[in-house]
């Protein structure tokens, strides 16, 4: 049986992140009506980062202890050399679609600013939806439940039924454990044998890992981060703000990645 944090622990965890993220979510002097200034990302052509949510992410302090430091070091920097060589599929998945523009979201569970990004992310699709294709990479940072729920999500993804699943997880009980998991995969139709088979799957473990290696490549020390066609986000962002963002894009010309 796998076992996750305590549902104390995962409080105290969220708790700190919430403070974190709220004090540096802060615009600093600007404000959604503002304008968006960039700055380009060496050797990522055409991605740029949005220069007033570059230090969102950065809440280390809160990571400290859930990795041996520099213990997988050498292999991180070859699966970022990796999925560099391919950029585009490895953000957004398959063949690029012209029409559409291509949002990449990088979450965890236990992140409380994702969720409150996933409702305006929500009400975008749903609001004008037809013309965006979004991406989910689950980034789990908060240590073993977020990772088996990482995987939970990954694995549910294989049935269809990735975006149901993880919208029932959010609303759930903390999960500890994999009894946990099988019993919020029936609620929407999940195959629970077959979830568990496949979170323990090399597949799921590769697309976790790329995952990763795309985080790294675009400098997501936490979460929530966002790629929206060119446009990297690292943190919440008000609604306002990610419609401007992508409304920008729709007039832009399709995106195309430079390996360089």
């Not at 997880?169 to 999940?190: F, K, N």
Request: charge should be positive; glycine fraction near 10%.
């Amino acid at each position: 049986m796998t076992k996750g944090l305590s549902r104390r622990g995962l409080i105290v965890v969220a708790g700190v992140a919430g403070a974190i993220y709220g004090v540096r979510a802060l615009p600093r002097g600007r404000f959604p009506g503002g304008p968006l200034a960039y700055r380009q990302i060496e050797g990522l052509a055409p991605f740029q980062t949005l220069r007033t949510q570059g230090e969102v992410s950065a809440a280390s302090v809160v990571f400290v202890g859930l990795d041996p430091p520099g213990a997988d070091s050498a292999a991180r920097r070859a699966a970022a050399d990796a999925v560099r060589s391919d950029l585009c599929r490895a953000l957004f998945g398959g063949a690029a679609d012209d029409r559409m523009v291509p949002i990449a979201y990088f979450s965890e569970f236990f992140c409380p600013y994702c969720r409150i990004l996933e409702r305006d992310l929500g009400a975008i699709l749903a609001a004008r939806g037809s013309d965006l294709r979004l991406v989910q990479h689950e980034l789990p940072i908060f240590g073993p439940a977020s990772k088996l729920a990482a995987r939970a999500s990954v694995a549910a993804a294989r049935q269809g039924l990735q975006q149901p699943f993880r919208k029932r997880l959010m609303r759930s009980d903390l999960v500890a454990e994999d009894a946990s998991i099988v019993a919020l995969a029936e609620t929407v139709g999940l195959d629970a044998t077959l979830l568990l088979h496949d979170m323990q799957s090399a597949s799921v473990a590769a697309e976790l890992s790329e995952s990763r290696a795309l985080a790294d490549v675009f400098g997501f020390i936490g979460t929530p981060g966002l790629v929206v066609g060119r446009a990297v986000i690292s943190g919440a962002v008000p609604r306002a703000t990610l419609e401007r963002i992508i409304r920008e894009e729709r007039r832009l010309a399709p995106l195309r990645c430079d390996a360089s």
